[in-house]
């Protein structure tokens, strides 16, 4: 079965820590991998994408790692600020969508 | 300028209610889609359209019906709406129709159905 699986589910941070967020999947036969951030109340923005060939993206302190061979992908946040609070969902393609539960991620002062 | 729009921002009804959500684009792309967030924020695709092709998610109900008046509108019309059909909608768009093209989502639409 197709499935992507997020962790952890949420996570509370102080400012200025740096985190990592994983994505598990089972998708097959894969295409991209895609990490989004949503804020509270809006819509999701893309961060990064990546193909099978590659295995790291970044975008700012945002950066993203994929390992094909363990179905793996992980996202780092550096140096977090109060604006990163938000959800990070994680979408595998493979001719269609497969969607991440979303991690929860909260930074405090 | 907004991107993606969408309107009504928050939508309030009765069951057995018929509702449209409206949908635009200036960002001059041939794909849009509608997304459904339930409240665990859980998003799944509904439904995926350029001017040549819509693609539905086999698990949508038929209530639900997708109409492009242009290829910068997408709107979503909903018939007979049920309880379970509470959610955030989301509009999206792309340049084009491949995975790899960067989806922009509108606002959202969250809809309550009592």
């Known amino acids: 079965k197709n499935q992507v699986e997020q962790s952890p589910q949420s996570l509370i941070i102080l400012e200025g820590k740096n985190c990592t967020l994983q994505?598990?999947?089972?998708?097959?036969?894969?295409?991209?991998l895609r990490w989004y951030k949503q804020d509270t109340g809006r819509g999701p923005v893309s961060l990064t994408i990546?193909?099978?060939?590659?295995n790291t993206k970044s975008n700012g302190r945002y950066t993203a790692t994929l390992d094909a061979d363990t179905k793996q992908s992980s996202l780092h946040i550096t140096a977090s600020q109060l604006s990163d609070s938000a959800s990070y969902i994680c979408?595998?393609?493979?001719?269609?969508?497969?969607f991440g539960t979303g991690t929860s991620l909260t930074v405090i002062p | 300028d907004t991107a993606v729009s969408q309107t009504p921002k928050y939508l309030v009804t009765q069951m057995g209610n018929d509702k449209s959500i409206k949908c635009e684009q200036n960002?001059?792309?041939?794909?849009m889609y509608w997304y459904k967030q339930d409240s665990k924020k859980f998003l799944k695709i509904m439904f995926s359209?350029?001017?040549?092709?819509?693609?539905i998610n086999e698990t949508v109900p038929n209530r639900f019906s997708p109409k492009s008046p242009d290829k910068a509108h997408l709107n979503l019309h909903i018939n007979s709406l049920e309880l379970g059909d509470s959610a955030v909608y989301f509009c999206?768009?792309?340049?084009?129709?491949?995975?790899?093209?960067?989806?922009?989502f509108g606002p959202g639409t969250r809809l309550t159905v009592l």
């Open positions: 999206a768009s792309s340049h084009g129709g491949r995975s790899t093209d960067t989806q922009y």
């Open positions: 994505c598990n999947y089972t998708v097959s036969p894969f295409s991209n």
């Open positions: 990546m193909t099978f060939s590659e």
């Open positions: 979408v595998v393609s493979a001719g269609q969508f497969y």
């Open positions: 960002l001059g792309h041939d794909t």
């Open positions: 359209y350029n001017n040549k092709e819509l693609i």
